[in-house]
């Protein structure tokens, strides 16, 4: 195996927050409950590091060094999130990736490490459903930052029996409704008619303010920040994605017509539904 050298970015970050007692930060930084991240790379040197780091934030962090081993890590339960690097030696990231998106793991959030400035990779990803991305090299305190940023938008829960779809005022407290869509909120559901539509935490999030809106045009700006979770950048597509993949999994409106009307250079809006007010 060929560990590659790491970033004095890693240590540096680390180095700082290893000798460098700053009671603000502290108050600040609280340690979580104890969730399990699952760290898929290659690099040893940077699992240590990364693995040292989120461990003293509260985080416990498991390593495997390739696709096939992460796979079987993230089956055997527990895990909270899965960061994955897209350059693993046999079976890719990308490949893990849809294995994820594709099965029983589905619900699990995935943040992906890319090659600094690789553009065509972060696409990639966020079409085959990552949550977030970082390029590499990072500052620990970023990919921490994202970390907490994509678990508060929680993951998909195991869903009830279908309801039955009827057409209602989006005004439920825990349960928005918009022609065939039924989305209830605390058990993160999301259904067309009697069917359950799996989707990431960040679709969830995005499709939630979208319902709240109905018929409203939401601006990106405000879906970047109150969805994902982000300050929306210049040139930055991940939102587009995440629209895109909402697009292909829904579906049009039972009528034929679009579910979501794209606003050129402002913001995105959900049809409302014909049955509904």
Known sequence: MCIRL????????LAGRQNVHCPAASAMEEPNTREHI??????????????QYLSSRGYIVHTEEDGEAGLERA????ITLIILDVMLPGMSGFDVLRIIRGGPLAAIPVVILTAHGDEIDRIVGLELGAD??????FNPRELLARIRAVLRRGTV??????????????????????????MEISARNLWIGEERI????????MLHLLLREVGRVVKREVMARDALGQRL?????????????????LGPLSNGGERFRTVRSVGYMLEKAGGNP
Not at 162 to 182: C, E, F, Q, Y
Request: net charge negative; with cysteine; charged share 25%.
């Open 6 to 13: 790491v970033s004095p970015v890693y240590r540096t970050a």
């Open 38 to 51: 699952l760290l898929v790379d290659d690099d040893l040197g940077l699992c240590e590091l990364v693995s």
């Open 75 to 78: 089956a055997a339960g527990d």
């Open 132 to 137: 977030d991305y970082l390029p590499k090299p």
């Open 157 to 182: 829960a195991v869903a009830p029996p279908p309801p039955i779809a009827v057409s209602a005022p989006a005004t439920d407290v825990d349960r928005l409704v918009n022609g065939d869509m039924v």
């Open 198 to 205: 799996d989707i990431t935490a960040a679709e969830f999030d």
């Open 233 to 249: 950048l210049p040139f930055d597509r991940s939102l587009d994605l995440h629209m895109s993949r909402l697009r292909r999994k």
